[in-house]
């Protein structure tokens, strides 16, 4: 159970840096009169999840059975 503890962890962590990657491009590479308000609250929900999930992939792999 504590190997699958782990690896879920790493696989979120994983996943945390990819949707990062994926904030940074989104931002970088968005025409500019995308950048309005419902732009930056999707903005601040999406690192708040990203937050949020790295957060939970830290607790996975710290956890103690």
């Known amino acids: 159970m ?9 696989c979120v962590l994983l996943v945390s840096l ?7 491009h989104f931002v ?3 025409p ?10 999707l903005l601040i ?3 708040a999840a990203l937050i949020f999930s790295f957060v939970g992939g830290c ?3 710290i956890r103690r059975n």
């Open 2 to 10: 504590r190997a699958l503890n782990i690896i879920c962890g790493i």
């Open 32 to 41: 500019a009169d995308f950048h309005g308000a419902t732009f930056f609250a």
């Open 45 to 47: 929900s999406g690192i």
């Open 28 to 30: 970088h590479h968005s």
């Open 18 to 24: 990819h949707m990062v990657h994926g904030i940074e």
């Open 59 to 61: 607790l996975l792999i």
